[in-house]
């Protein structure tokens, strides 16, 4: 059973930096992707970020193009969501997914991703 446990979550101001990590146990990663999913209050669930894990490919939302990256460490086993001057509409509940699949591939439908984290606040003040 794979587990994903997320930490890094927590208030700040606007313009703030936050970085999210995200542990990954139970499962060797091999190929897939891992990335970040956010859920504002009455929103649906929204990609943010993701990388595919062989090769390092990132990709982000355009919502967040230009101040979040995402890196993974593959002896770790973990993703690090970096987020830079961040604004009150980042305000959610953050989520760490992880897609196990054989091409390497980067997806962004949440439907494609096969297990999730709990889930960690950030909120984000004006």
């Known amino acids: 059973q794979v587990q994903l446990i997320e930490s890094g979550g927590g208030l700040v101001q606007a313009g703030d930096s936050l970085r999210l990590s995200c542990a990954a146990s139970?499962?060797?990663?091999?190929?897939?992707?891992m990335g970040w999913f956010r859920q504002a209050p009455g929103k649906e669930r929204e990609f943010v970020a993701a990388?595919?894990?062989?090769?390092?490919?990132?990709h982000v939302a355009d919502s967040v193009l230009g101040r979040f990256t995402i890196s993974r460490d593959i002896a770790m086993n973990t993703v690090t969501l970096q987020m830079h001057n961040l604004k009150p509409e980042d305000t959610a509940v953050y989520y760490c997914?992880?897609?196990?699949?054989?091409?390497?591939?980067?997806?962004?439908?949440?439907?494609?991703?096969?297990?999730w984290g709990q889930g960690t606040q950030v909120t984000v003040s004006s």
């Open positions: 139970g499962r060797t990663f091999r190929s897939g992707a």
């Open positions: 990388v595919a894990w062989r090769s390092g490919i990132t």
């Open positions: 997914a992880a897609d196990f699949n054989l091409i390497d591939r980067i997806r962004t439908s949440e439907g494609t991703y096969d297990y």
